[in-house]
């Protein structure tokens, strides 16, 4: 019965997030409405204690990143760098190359370690202007974005520094390039069969005589450029390198300057207990902080005159976009940690435990439990922490190398994880102006994608022996 209750909450959240219901007022139901099915005096303490507690803190690390990201988004949209940008993309690789373009731009930014939320709002303008010039489906937009962001620079490809390929480093004492051959060779599987997928799609949409769709009734469409002219494309690819570099050397450097941790005493009246930071928890967002702070500067540098004229309405429109964005993600965190909380997410976990194949044990449960929680980073937490010893042992007793459990772990969290109420998918679609009904099959045919590469790595070990 208790695995039932669970599965009718995440049935239902998954059902009113398709119907395009917001997960801001539903999550906390459906979570609720478990917990009340379970143990109704569990429910107010369930809703401050844990609900409420996760959500707010999801909030009270990650809102910067979401703001700072948007404006950054904007501000790339109304200097005009974006439409710079498209037009030397098509000039190079044509405009029927349109969703290449976009996957490439997404997985560098992603592979240099620029949050995947922060892609989302970085990117949107560049693939709507040239999805609109390539007279492409507009609603192909999350399908492209979601390749390149949310699958194999996330958690295949060896050395990326998303959350997503660190968290195992920590159960199975390995670091972020373990097993090299084989995260490299299902990241091509990835790339080569979602490109294909995409294609087709484009091609369908093609001979059925769709376009990119009717601007004025489309929703967040950016707008268009008011300048007289263009930045040059290198200009307007500067602020995205300088976020990314600047990532990367601050995420080098904060620790250094910092420390482990770091307290400071608030002057105020009577003896106020110190504030302390635990620097290691917290220097990746500082560093995304930083390097959004820095390619908002340059594009206010280069583009000042431009973004003069439209700052206040543009900063505006995507201040809105990143409180609605990142209060459904926080909605979902907490619906996330209520669900994990339950008997009835226990049985889930002990029942996967019953599969015989090591690899094929972890790679089902992570990917399971992360698509319960509608998070790649909290279901490969949660597996891990309650289940890392065994798949070592069994591992270990199978000869199985850590490396591969490691990679094996990290992608299988980026599987099933984008089911219909993801705060990633949701966050993309609010962003793009595009509903579940519009979107969600090419996200979720990506999402199959990314799963079935799991079992590829999977059988190529076990047909080689490679790591």
């Not at 002057?267 to 302390?276: I, L, Q, S, T």
Request: proline content about 5%; hydrophobic content about 55%; glycine content about 10%.
């Amino acid at each position: 019965m208790s695995f039932l209750i669970v599965l009718a909450a995440l049935v239902f959240l998954m059902y009113v997030a398709y119907r395009g219901h917001s997960v801001i007022l539903f999550a906390p139901i459906a979570a609720l409405g478990a917990v009340l099915l379970t143990d109704p005096s569990l429910v107010a303490p369930m809703f401050t204690g844990l609900f409420m507690d996760k959500m707010v803190g999801f909030l009270k690390l990650y809102f910067p990143v979401f703001l700072l990201g948007a404006v950054f988004g904007k501000l790339v949209e109304i200097s005009g760098f974006s439409k710079s940008i498209v037009a030397a993309t098509i000039r190079v690789v044509g405009a029927q190359r349109a969703m290449l373009s976009i996957v490439i731009v997404c997985a560098l930014l992603t592979y240099g370690g620029v949050s995947l939320f922060v892609v989302v709002f970085a990117v949107y303008p560049f693939a709507a202007e040239l999805f609109r010039q390539g007279d492409i489906p507009k609603r192909l937009i999350p399908g492209t974005i979601a390749l390149g962001a949310f699958t194999f620079t996330m958690d295949a490809l060896p050395g990326t520094p998303q959350i997503q390929n660190i968290i195992p480093t920590a159960f199975f004492g390995t670091d972020t390039w373990a097993a090299p051959v084989l995260g490299t060779l299902g990241g091509v599987f990835i790339i080569l069969f979602g490109l294909a997928y995409l294609e087709w799609r484009r091609r369908t949409a093609l001979r059925a005589g769709e376009g990119y769709g009717d601007p004025g009734t489309l929703l967040n469409e950016p707008a268009p450029f008011a300048g007289d002219r263009l930045a040059h494309p290198l200009v307007a690819l500067l602020p995205l390198v300088m976020v990314g570099v600047s990532n990367l050397v601050l995420t080098r450097l904060i620790p250094g300057w910092y420390g482990e941790a770091h307290s400071f005493i608030p002057a105020v009246v009577g003896n106020p207990a110190p504030v302390v930071q635990e620097v290691a928890k917290i220097a990746a967002i500082w560093a995304v902080m930083g390097a959004l702070l820095i390619g908002i500067a340059t594009v206010l540098a280069f583009a000042w005159r431009s973004v003069f004229r439209h700052f206040a309405e543009g900063t505006k429109t995507a201040i809105g976009g990143a409180l609605l964005a990142s209060m459904n993600t926080a909605s979902e965190y907490g619906f996330g940690a209520v669900i994990a909380a339950l008997p009835g997410f226990l049985v889930v976990a002990n029942a996967l435990g019953a599969i015989p194949n090591p690899l094929v044990n972890q790679a089902v449960t992570v990917t399971a439990l992360a698509g319960i929680t509608g998070s790649a980073s909290g279901g490969m937490s949660i597996a891990l922490a309650a289940m890392a010893e065994t798949f070592m042992a069994n591992a270990q007793a199978a000869g199985i190398p850590m490396d591969v459990l490691h990679r094996v772990a990290s992608m299988a969290s980026g599987g099933m994880d984008t089911l219909p109420h993801n705060g990633a998918v949701i966050t993309l679609l609010a962003v793009t102006g595009l509903t579940h009904r519009q979107a969600y099959k090419d996200i979720f045919a990506i999402t199959i994608i990314k799963t079935l590469a799991v079992f590829f790595i999977i059988g190529l070990f076990y047909a080689t022996g490679w790591v």
